[in-house]
């Protein structure tokens, strides 16, 4: 299978990028990778990396996309950038997979005009894996998709079942609604009409999941409009972090935590990797003709192996094919 | 000051909420205290209590609002529950204050149409604290007003103010707006034009707070519609549930590190305590003509005490006053 990976976009790129490229090589003997970018400086990195050769292909690019450029403008202008032409090679059937670590926004809009919707796909959605006490969760959407109508949200989780049972093998994945209350009559107009759209839709769908159990592992996938599933995402990342650090500082104030935290070096560990993004190989952009995944912006190499990880087993679920045909089913009904 | 309380309202009602008045008559000398509800289940508790029964009044009532009720015919349906003659006390003058751990739809609803919106004010929010790193963030609304407009936030972010200056003595503290993203033409099309008003308005307004840094200390009070603000309120619940739930288990697997938690003891225990939203006093629901505090559904005797502190800081605070002149202000303009 051959993947396209955009060697400059995100904070570390390209040099974090291409070492994941190289890192994906020797890990998954039935990958070849594609880097667009510049092709000088790629192959600089290349020079002291030890990995297959003939697996690794570069295409120059001479225009690249900031991380503040407007979208939809970015992708008009920029045609020759490193990211719109990984998509355009997934939209030619070049590769089956792009992989992007650059602008979120202008890679959302760069697939749906170049990668191009599904038939019957309303919106796109970026779904990413998130810990749970006792697993993951898929949550979709996390920002592809700000607003939406009942009906996106419908078609968010029959995609996310279709992506957890394909990639996670899980059977009758719990579908849960993001929501304010557990009953079925509350939350805002949205949720509501959602909930009655997700009750008749192919899918195990569990009810209202309000905030507290959204990581208690009671759901498989929790669905929601894009505004709300990238607060919940980005403060997933926040409360982590300010827990262990407030947790840090009463260590601090005591010799004996002090003594205790260095016993307890191990089960720190464990969980620092457990709650790391870098582990979860990015965000699957669902409901294209193509496959396309969008890195953490401050991937590092291991990131970017995750994610050719997680684009390599989209590719054998054939997830792509599976989300048409559910959703033509649905649209028949 | 005359504080009413609730005695009926939440999961461990009335035992904790009657135990509750009496510790905070205990506590703060010039604090009355009027409980509604059942007389002869509160008299049975207050019997083993020692306070001051000089300062502490009973008014029965034969009426009990569920925690499942639904909100507005709970209210219509039920006058002389414990909730309604206690948000009618206070719309009588019979008392500054009223405070109740009891269904919150049915208090915001109750509290709207008894105590009655300010003149001006679009309409009520619930605003609870947070910790954060470095000390505590309001958070305006987490409920009472689910779908808002643009025009709503501005006038949370201006209570939220009034409040942060007049209960926390702080100087111009800084407002935030949750977003999906930092700069100002992110976002949904509520938020984009709610930066704009908020840019406008008298307050001390820094921009778009996403979700990685609602915790980080960076705000001193964030605005955002009650679909979110409830999501957030209740995830950051989840999630040090979860975090901590995550190392506790990994602490089981190794003795070194079962070793290290008994060093870490109290460092742990304040951290619990940091996270425990007991010691913050419920949620203060501002824009209206008295003041009432939703006390957390599973208050505890500390919770109720803490909801009495809030209650009497807003009384001297003279918060309603505040908030009623600068809305007028603000619609001038």
């Known amino acids: 299978m051959k993947i396209i990976i955009d060697a400059m976009g995100g904070d570390n790129a ?21 880097l667009t970018g510049d092709k000088g400086r790629i192959e600089d990195i290349l020079e002291g990396l030890s990995y297959d050769k003939n697996r690794l292909e570069i295409v120059h690019t001479t225009q690249l996309i900031e991380m503040n450029d407007s979208p939809v403008k970015a992708m008009k202008e920029k045609p020759d950038s490193s990211m719109a032409v990984a998509l355009k090679m997934v939209a030619e059937g070049k590769g089956e997979m792009a992989i992007s670590a650059g602008n979120t926004g202008a890679l959302v809009a760069g697939a749906t005009l170049i990668v191009k919707r599904l038939p019957g796909i309303k919106r796109p959605a970026l779904a990413p894996v998130l810990p749970t006490q006792t697993g993951e969760v898929l949550l979709i959407d996390v920002g592809a998709t700000t607003e939406c109508t009942p009906k996106y949200l ?26 304010i209350g557990g009953e079925e009559e509350k939350g805002s107009e949205l949720t509501k009409q959602a909930y009655q759209l997700l009750k008749d839709a192919p899918v195990n769908f569990v009810g209202n999941a309000e905030g507290r159990d959204l990581l208690s592992g009671q759901y498989d996938v929790l669905v929601c ?28 104030e005591s ?21 790391d993004y870098t582990e979860y190989g990015g965000s699957l952009l669902l409901g294209l003709r193509g496959g396309v995944v969008k890195s953490h912006g401050s991937s590092d190499e291991k990131a970017i192996c995750n994610s050719i990880r997680n684009a390599r087993k989209f590719i054998s679920g054939n997830v792509v094919e599976l989300i048409k045909d559910e959703i033509a089913k649905l649209a028949e009904e």
């Open 255 to 275: 010799t004996s935590a002090k003594l205790g935290a260095v016993f307890m070096k191990g089960a720190f560990g464990k969980l620092k990797k457990k709650m």
């Open 154 to 179: 419908q078609q968010f989780g029959v995609r996310g079942r279709i992506y957890r049972e394909k990639m996670f093998g899980l059977q009758a994945p719990k579908v849960g609604l993001i929501n």
């Open 225 to 252: 409009d894009g505004f709300t599933g990238n607060i919940v995402l980005k403060f997933v990342e926040g409360c982590a972090k300010t827990i262990l650090g407030m947790l840090k500082g009463y260590i601090k």
């Open 14 to 34: 390209p040099e974090a990028i291409v070492k994941g490229a190289a890192a994906g090589i020797n890990e998954f003997s039935d990958v070849n990778i594609v």
